[in-house]
């Protein structure tokens, strides 16, 4: 057996094999900070890429998963069903925007991407529109790591490039440039720039994707609530299924349940992941509504739809998912939100000097996300190493050095957060 002191056989996401240094060893958590072997506790600016909304060991979380592993753990969906699966569901309709009321689950974020984009096609296949199976994303979007899903990731700026010959085609619309509180005007240039593209290939578009008010993993790039609404009216004129990606943006992160619920919008399928169990197991939900879902009633052998994980609606996620979403709304999360908010806004927003850096080129805000964006990625290198020393965990994505704390963070440790973002920049 290989001493815990020879290199790990663990492959590290994101990495490079040469030059990665041994990944520090965490052995524990507590609200919202974990703990390396050795006794060093960091306080965690990303809530582990941005799910682990309640923190660490959360005892009511600890308690439901316990629970119901003395119950059932796992059992098929295939011909099954089981109480917190049903339960669950029926939840996620009644938090959701109106109109959405089936729910398929699934076991990541991707896979619910991967099944918003087939129902999406099936859809209009079943609609007699065979040729509308090509998707329509943006740019800056990012979808998740698998096939599909990366074929619908900005094909330029994103991670997934080397990859453009293995994948799919499909058509991608400039990202929208207004921010949250742009006039309308602002964001018309956003819609035409859509409108052009609908135009032109509307006729194999099945659907629409986007990650709603803030494109997250490709750069934290936030835009209107106008934007969907017109994203909407857009999709109705072409017969266009929109398709809301809130796998980072469900569950407070922008201030609101949902991104959606800024701007009134029912989405024809929304997909859920990250938060959902507040992060304490994976799992997925892709929501769709009568529309879609009756699209599949029918009785030819190709009505069916055709997809099944194994670990779709497993019992302890579905356990835990619920338990996640009583204390959340119980503990007032939207409060707890909009007082993180008030200290981005206060600390990293209204800090004259800082937005005046030559390195940084914008500073945005919007609910539990904050961004300092950079002219440069190497303007962050070695920031991590930096916050580290000053017991804070912050891992930038390029040139975007960001926070998405856990919801559970006290105003005291958002601060300690953001002094450590701006003391990096003298
Ligand atoms: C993280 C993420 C995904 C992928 O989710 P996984 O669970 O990592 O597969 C998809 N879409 C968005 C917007 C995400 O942030």
Same mark, same amino acid.
């Given at each position: 057996?290989?001493?815990?002191l020879?290199?790990?056989p663990?492959?590290?996401?994101?990495?490079?094999l040469?030059?990665?240094?041994?990944?520090?060893?965490?052995?524990?958590?507590e609200g919202?900070?974990?703990?390396?072997?050795?006794?060093?506790?960091?306080?965690d600016?990303?809530?582990?890429?941005w799910?682990?909304?309640?923190?660490?060991?959360?005892?009511?979380?600890v308690?439901?998963?316990?629970?119901?592993?003395?119950?059932?753990?796992?059992?098929?969906?295939g011909?099954l069903?089981?109480?917190p699966?049903?339960?669950?569901?029926?939840?996620?309709?009644?938090?959701t925007p109106?109109?959405?009321d089936?729910?398929f689950?699934?076991?990541?974020?991707?896979? &619910?991407?991967?099944?918003?984009?087939?129902?999406?096609?099936?859809?209009?296949?079943l609609?007699g529109?065979p040729?509308?199976?090509?998707?329509?994303?943006?740019?800056?979007?990012?979808?998740?790591?698998?096939?599909?899903?990366?074929?619908?990731c900005?094909?330029?700026e994103?991670?997934?490039?080397?990859?453009?010959?293995?994948?799919?085609?499909h058509?991608?619309?400039?990202?929208?440039?207004?921010?949250f509180?742009?006039?309308?005007?602002?964001?018309?240039?956003d819609?035409?720039a859509?409108?052009v593209?609908?135009?032109?290939?509307h006729?194999?578009?099945?659907?629409?994707l986007?990650?709603?008010l803030?494109?997250?993993a490709?750069?934290?790039n936030?835009?209107?609530?106008?934007?969907?609404r017109?994203?909407?009216?857009?999709?109705?004129?072409?017969?266009?299924?929109?398709?809301f990606d809130?796998v980072?943006?469900?569950?407070?992160?922008? &201030?609101?349940?949902?991104a959606a619920?800024?701007a009134?919008v029912?989405?024809?399928v929304?997909?859920?992941s990250?938060?959902?169990?507040g992060?304490?197991?994976?799992?997925?939900a892709?929501?769709?509504?009568g529309?879609v879902?009756?699209?599949?009633?029918?009785?030819s052998?190709?009505?069916?739809f055709?997809?099944?994980?194994?670990?779709?609606?497993?019992?302890?996620?579905c356990?835990?998912?619920?338990?996640?979403?009583?204390?959340?709304?119980?503990?007032?999360?939207?409060?707890?939100?909009?007082?993180?908010?008030?200290?981005?806004?206060?600390e990293?927003?209204?800090d004259?000097r800082?937005?005046e850096?030559?390195?940084?080129?914008?500073?945005?805000?919007? &609910?539990?996300?904050?961004v300092?964006?950079?002219?440069?990625?190497a303007?962050?290198?070695?920031?991590?190493?930096?916050?580290?020393?000053?017991?804070?965990?912050?891992?930038?994505?390029?040139?975007?050095?960001?926070?998405?704390p856990?919801?559970?963070?006290s105003a005291?440790?958002?601060?300690?957060?953001?002094e450590?973002?701006?003391?990096?920049?003298g």
């Amino acid at each position: 057996m290989p001493s815990l002191l020879s290199p790990s056989p663990v492959w590290h996401p994101y990495a490079h094999l040469k030059t990665q240094r041994p990944a520090p060893r965490v052995v524990g958590g507590e609200g919202a900070s974990f703990t390396l072997e050795g006794g060093e506790t960091l306080l965690d600016a990303t809530c582990s890429w941005w799910c682990m909304i309640h923190g660490y060991r959360h005892p009511r979380l600890v308690r439901a998963i316990q629970q119901q592993a003395n119950t059932l753990c796992h059992v098929m969906l295939g011909g099954l069903t089981h109480e917190p699966a049903d339960r669950l569901a029926r939840e996620l309709v009644r938090i959701t925007p109106a109109g959405l009321d089936h729910v398929f689950f699934s076991d990541s974020g991707s896979v &619910g991407m991967e099944v918003a984009m087939k129902m999406a096609v099936q859809y209009h296949q079943l609609h007699g529109r065979p040729g509308k199976h090509r998707l329509l994303s943006l740019m800056k979007a990012y979808h998740g790591d698998t096939a599909g899903c990366m074929a619908v990731c900005d094909p330029e700026e994103g991670m997934h490039s080397l990859f453009a010959g293995y994948l799919p085609r499909h058509h991608f619309a400039p990202a929208p440039t207004a921010p949250f509180d742009a006039e309308p005007d602002a964001v018309e240039q956003d819609l035409a720039a859509l409108r052009v593209v609908l135009e032109r290939h509307h006729h194999e578009i099945a659907a629409l994707l986007m990650e709603p008010l803030l494109q997250a993993a490709g750069g934290l790039n936030m835009t209107s609530p106008q934007y969907l609404r017109g994203a909407r009216k857009l999709c109705d004129e072409f017969d266009v299924l929109l398709v809301f990606d809130e796998v980072a943006t469900g569950f407070g992160r922008t &201030g609101r349940m949902f991104a959606a619920d800024h701007a009134d919008v029912t989405p024809d399928v929304m997909v859920l992941s990250k938060g959902l169990t507040g992060g304490y197991l994976g799992h997925a939900a892709t929501l769709a509504t009568g529309r879609v879902h009756d699209a599949f009633v029918g009785d030819s052998p190709l009505h069916a739809f055709m997809h099944g994980p194994t670990f779709m609606g497993n019992p302890l996620a579905c356990a835990v998912a619920l338990e996640s979403l009583a204390v959340f709304e119980e503990e007032d999360y939207l409060g707890r939100i909009a007082a993180l908010n008030e200290v981005l806004h206060n600390e990293l927003l209204d800090d004259t000097r800082l937005a005046e850096h030559p390195a940084i080129t914008d500073i945005r805000v919007l &609910g539990a996300t904050a961004v300092i964006e950079t002219h440069d990625a190497a303007d962050l290198v070695g920031v991590d190493d930096w916050a580290r020393e000053r017991g804070v965990w912050l891992r930038p994505i390029g040139r975007w050095l960001y926070t998405m704390p856990a919801y559970i963070t006290s105003a005291q440790e958002m601060r300690r957060i953001t002094e450590v973002m701006k003391g990096w920049f003298g």
